[in-house]
């Protein structure tokens, strides 16, 4: 009897230790909060062409393999930055902690594309700024490719949902990944623009490989995305929208001096070349009836959640509530379904001990496969 109770209360504490880890694989009890206390970062090269990196977060202990993908872009005028920025870090890390894989990327940057003397006033000229962020936003569909092409090549080894990959960033990055999910095509690109930069875009983009898909690798998978997180991104154009649009989430600060709330030059500057922010953008898609919500932060400039931690907990949250609100994962039932096709191999109630035919309340149920199922029964 005495070895009866210790290896029940060696199995209890077993059990308790997985729970703090191990999740339901469905929305009940994943992606609102952060339920895992520990991310693992993998860095790999998503671009052989250009040898651009990624940092690819994951939860430790997560034994789900169909999970949502958010895919980040660090800010810098596409100037500076890396996948390494603060903002990004703290954003994969939150995400990954609910239950997400995310990644945050490396992209070419304006010194890449225009060289060292012009990167710093690429904006100032359509043709370079053009070249600038298209190439750019061609590394981001590269990324996508990349994990769709791990899903069909490498089984799989980050355990996505290649159908929910959802792309955004800060400022450059929210801009790269606006264009990569609302930008299909040449033809859209260059369609709202006049003759002269219609011209100038057609011939970058018929420069590339892959067209508008660009040639940063990963070629003969797609590109789309489930969805955009704009934090204060913009689109070159508010045209770009439409009625198949994907839903698309904005934070921005109504003072942004960078990039503009509504439409205007970049900087505000109507010299430079046009911009829609999350101010223009969001009003917009909502006439379309495309599913959308927008943050406003009143008279703060661009991007106030990098020197405020309560703004980007602000942002942390809104986001993740549009996310959760949008995702496509398992409800309970459909957990459970899944779960009684499985081996039982027994079940335990608080105390560690066997349940018995009359059970309430909450038990573990311990599988063949090894998995642990938190239920509780209530009838």
Same mark, same amino acid.
């Given at each position: ?17 997985? =729970? !703090?880890?191990?999740? &339901? ?11 895992? =206390? ?9 671009? &052989? ?5 990624? &940092? ?24 500076? #930055? ?21 990644? =945050? ?5 304006? %010194? ?23 190439? !750019? ?19 799989? *080894? ?9 792309? #955004? ?44 898909? #660009? ?7 797609? *590109? ?7 934090? !204060? #991104? ?23 001096? %960078? ?27 909502? *006439? ?19 020197? =405020? ?9 809104? %986001? *993740? ?10 409800? !309970? ?47």
């Amino acid at each position: 009897m005495k070895h009866y109770s210790t290896l029940l209360l060696f199995t209890l504490f077993s059990i308790l230790q997985l =729970s !703090a880890q191990i999740v &339901d694989c469905d929305c009940d009890n994943r992606y609102a909060t952060e339920i895992f =206390s520990d991310v693992n970062v993998e860095t790999v090269t998503y671009s &052989d062409v250009h040898n651009l990196q990624m &940092d690819i977060y994951t939860p430790v202990g997560d034994v789900c393999s169909n999970r949502p993908l958010l895919i980040f872009a660090h800010g810098g005028t596409f100037i500076f #930055g890396s996948k390494t920025n603060p903002s990004m870090v703290e954003l994969c890390e939150s995400f990954a902690k609910k239950g997400y894989v995310t990644a =945050s990327i490396n992209y070419r940057l304006a %010194v890449d594309i225009v060289g060292l003397w012009n990167q710093f006033t690429y904006y100032t000229d359509t043709q370079s700024a053009y070249e600038v962020v298209l190439n !750019a936003v061609t590394d981001g569909k590269a990324a996508i490719r990349y994990f769709r092409k791990d899903v069909a090549e490498n089984g799989n *080894s980050f355990g996505i949902d290649q159908n929910q990959i959802w792309g #955004g960033g800060n400022s450059a990055g929210g801009v790269l990944f606006l264009h990569a999910a609302h930008v299909g095509s040449l033809e859209e690109f260059i369609e709202p623009l006049d003759a002269n930069r219609a011209t100038m875009a057609a011939n970058i983009i018929n420069s590339f490989d892959g067209g508008i898909e #660009g040639d940063s690798g990963n070629a003969g998978y797609s *590109s789309e995305l489930a969805g955009a997180i704009s934090l !204060a #991104g913009a689109l070159h154009r508010s045209e770009y929208l439409d009625l198949n649009d994907v839903p698309s989430v904005f934070c921005h600060g109504d003072a942004d001096g %960078v990039v503009p709330y509504d439409c205007n030059g970049f900087q505000n500057n109507s010299n430079y070349d046009q911009l829609c922010g999350g101010g223009a953008l969001h009003p917009e898609m909502e *006439s379309l009836g495309l599913i959308t919500e927008l943050l406003t932060f009143p008279n703060d400039p661009h991007c106030p959640w990098d020197a =405020s931690s309560s703004k980007m907990n602000q942002v942390k949250s809104f %986001v *993740s509530d549009f996310l959760y609100n949008n995702i496509d994962c398992a409800p !309970a039932s459909a957990v459970n379904e899944f779960k009684n096709s499985k081996e039982l191999l027994y079940q335990l109630d608080m105390l560690g001990r066997p349940s018995s035919p009359n059970q309430r309340g909450l038990v573990f149920n311990v599988y063949k496969d090894g998995s642990v199922q938190k239920e509780y029964i209530i009838y």
